[in-house]
């Protein structure tokens, strides 16, 4: 499926009822539209959500963890402090989404699209990303430690100190990103992880200098 641009270009729009109430812990939520929701320390883990749309919906802490989602839009919606560790997200599209603060590690990502959103301290750690898009989003301290990172794309985005210590990179093209500035470094740790990723020369210029100092080698003009 082509990833859609907006709501509407779902083929399921038409056919998804409002929801009033409150999540539920292991919810089933089928062809459902959460609309300019407010959730205030939701808890609804193991909850299954598919062919559902989140639009303008706010998450303030909570519990979403070993939910499973499928077939899921996500749009102006901000997740703060959300405990979403171990979820499974296959075919999910964000867009112009914040995350800060949200704990998705040991997570299972599959063919999903983030779109102009802001994720600022989201802990991917231990996380599987197959055929993931990050486009023209901002990445502050996003921490990829021990990830597996398969087909994952970051064009138009900005990285600042991300962590990307003992990843796993199957074709991973980081081209097109811009790593650091304001005098913070892109790539924070993980340098040695990052075989079998592709980068453009301006990033090769930008991670030379901090290449050089984690392999011990002192740059000194004479």
């Given at each position: 499926m082509k990833p859609p641009r907006a709501l509407a270009d779902l083929p399921f729009a038409a056919e998804l009822r409002p929801f009033d109430g409150e999540l539920e812990l292991d919810g089933d939520y089928d062809?459902?539209?959460?609309?300019?929701?407010?959730?205030?320390?939701?808890?609804?883990?193991?909850s299954r959500f598919a062919e559902s749309a989140f639009t303008g919906v706010t998450f303030d802490g909570g519990r979403l963890r070993r939910a499973r989602l499928s077939d899921v839009w996500v749009s102006e919606t901000r997740f703060i402090a959300l405990d979403a560790a171990e979820c499974s997200w296959t075919d999910a599209w964000f867009s112009g989404c914040v995350l800060a603060g949200v704990q998705a590690f040991s997570s299972v990502l599959r063919r999903v699209t983030l779109r102009g959103c802001k994720l600022d301290s989201v802990n991917f750690?231990?996380?599987?990303?197959?055929?993931?898009?990050?486009?023209d989003c901002v990445l502050r301290d996003a921490d990829f430690g021990g990830a597996k990172l398969t087909r994952v794309r970051f064009p138009g985005c900005t990285l600042s100190d991300a962590d990307f210590s003992k990843v796993t990179c199957t074709d991973v093209d980081l081209r097109g990103a811009t790593l650091g500035g304001d005098g913070v470094a892109g790539v924070r740790a993980g340098y040695d992880s990052l075989r079998g990723a592709r980068i453009d020369t301006l990033q090769l210029m930008t991670l030379a200098p901090l290449l050089a100092h984690h392999l011990g080698i002192a740059v000194e003009d004479a």
């Open positions: 062809r459902v539209r959460f609309d300019s929701a407010a959730f205030a320390e939701a808890v609804a883990g193991g750690r231990e996380c599987k990303l197959t055929d993931v898009l990050f486009e």
